[in-house]
T-cell receptor
């Protein structure tokens, strides 16, 4: 599975959009981009995933560049409860191994 | 109902003891996992089971023995506990379809402290 690079930490003001970047320049054509988050003392939580097209669900939007070498997770209106570590993962579908990196620690401030 | 539940949530035990952590999922998934998160907060996969068969064993010491009696359960037994085993252990499961196999649902974790 391709490796990802994320900034170690980011700040965001409450109510503003949080844009979390992820670089995955070695991504293969059959690899998906997944995002998870881990709120302190809880299990990781699935957020969203995509292959080529941009995706949106009730939690977030995922923007994948045309060359697929990077992506951005957007939390449209961040709240204090969105403070967490966000993990960007690329992996093939059908595999049994999901590798978590260090992620980005997002601090949402009032 | 909790989708992936694991017990106990907290466990404090002495070195050398044997302990078990139980995990159950009610999502109808065919794949279950154990992950370990150490004090540095890195989340590492330990085991992956598909339809009760061991698929992945990430060079985990053989003191750790997972057991899957059926597709809904994956228990973790640890023999001769060591100080370095202190960590949070997460059980997880994923969907049956190829695409959804990347969508993993985690339990709340079992906090193991070895003293």
């Amino acid at each position: 599975d391709a490796k990802t690079t994320q900034p170690p930490s980011m700040d965001c003001a409450e109510g503003r959009a949080a844009n979390l970047p992820c670089n995955h320049s070695t991504i293969s054509g059959n690899e998906y981009v997944y995002w998870y988050r881990q709120i302190h003392s809880q299990g990781p939580q699935y957020i969203i995933h995509g292959l080529k097209n941009n995706e949106t669900n009730e939690m977030a939007s995922l923007i994948i560049t045309e060359d697929r070498k990077s992506s951005t997770l957007i939390l449209p209106h961040a709240t204090l409860r969105d403070t967490a570590v966000y993990y960007c993962i690329v992996r093939v579908a059908g595999g049994f191994k999901t590798i978590f990196g260090a992620g980005t620690r997002l601090f949402v401030k009032a | 109902d909790t989708a992936v539940s694991q017990t106990p949530k907290y466990l404090v035990t002495q070195m050398g003891n044997d302990k078990s952590i139980k995990c159950e999922q009610n999502l109808g998934h065919d794949t279950m996992y154990w992950y370990k998160q150490d004090s540095k907060k890195f989340l590492k996969i330990m085991f992956s089971y598909n339809n009760k068969e061991l698929i992945i064993n990430e060079t985990v010491p053989n003191r750790f023995s997972p057991k899957s009696p059926d597709k809904a359960h994956l228990n973790l037994h640890i023999n001769s506990l060591e100080l370095g085993d202190s960590a949070v252990y997460f059980c997880a499961s994923s969907q049956v379809s190829l695409v959804q196999r990347g969508t993993i649902y985690f339990g709340e974790g079992s906090w193991l402290t070895v003293v």
